[in-house]
């Protein structure tokens, strides 16, 4: 029975550093492709009248895709600082993991936030580019507002885990 307790320990903190990774990636995936549906289905709607708009909503559509890049980038530094890639060995206490599974955290729940909403967004846009093509660059920086809470999301997580000592 010590031997199985001794076992969990020693596995418990990278088994959370995973899940921590996990979750950035899966969930801030999720928005960002819940995102992009949202957006998808006005500009299929934009195109079916005029196939020349596809140039204007690929860059709208392609907003909402960031966040899921941003958990992609919290997960692969959680995974590095603990020697999960291939690194040295890192011994990770419980407390350490969990620091990093919460460290995730906040790119995790923004991301998929923010990813949906921009979509959103960029859906509104790219309704207003099919009426004026000339307006693309406020439909960008509308949808781009947004964004911003994502990046604040992946500056916290990074920041949470860079105050993470192994």
């Given at each position: 029975?010590?031997?199985?307790?001794?076992?969990?320990?020693?596995?418990?903190?990278?088994?959370?550093?995973?899940?921590?990774?996990?979750?950035?990636?899966?969930?801030?995936?999720?928005?960002?492709?819940?995102?992009?549906?949202?957006?998808?289905?006005?500009?299929?709607?934009?195109?079916?009248?005029?196939?020349?708009?596809?140039?204007?909503?690929?860059?709208?559509l392609a907003l909402p895709g960031i966040q899921g890049i941003y958990g992609l980038l919290v997960a692969v530094l959680?995974?590095?600082?603990?020697?999960?890639?291939?690194?040295?060995?890192?011994?990770?206490?419980?407390?350490?993991?969990?620091?990093?599974?919460?460290?995730?955290?906040?790119?995790?729940?923004?991301?998929?936030?923010?990813?949906?909403?921009?979509?959103?967004?960029?859906?509104?846009?790219?309704?207003?580019?099919?009426?004026?093509?000339?307006?693309?660059?406020k439909a960008v920086i509308l949808p781009a507002m947004c964004e911003t809470y994502a990046v604040f999301g992946l500056?916290?997580?990074?920041?949470?885990?860079?105050?993470?000592?192994?």
């Amino acid at each position: 029975m010590e031997t199985i307790l001794e076992t969990m320990a020693t596995q418990l903190g990278p088994m959370l550093v995973i899940l921590g990774a996990a979750l950035a990636v899966g969930i801030a995936g999720t928005g960002s492709a819940m995102g992009i549906a949202i957006a998808n289905e006005a500009a299929a709607g934009v195109m079916t009248e005029d196939p020349d708009k596809f140039g204007y909503c690929l860059v709208l559509l392609a907003l909402p895709g960031i966040q899921g890049i941003y958990g992609l980038l919290v997960a692969v530094l959680a995974l590095q600082k603990a020697g999960l890639l291939g690194g040295a060995a890192v011994a990770i206490t419980l407390w350490q993991g969990l620091g990093v599974l919460f460290a995730c955290l906040p790119i995790t729940i923004v991301g998929y936030y923010s990813a949906i909403w921009q979509g959103k967004s960029s859906a509104a846009t790219i309704l207003m580019i099919s009426k004026r093509p000339e307006q693309i660059g406020k439909a960008v920086i509308l949808p781009a507002m947004c964004e911003t809470y994502a990046v604040f999301g992946l500056l916290v997580s990074i920041l949470m885990l860079n105050g993470i000592s192994f």
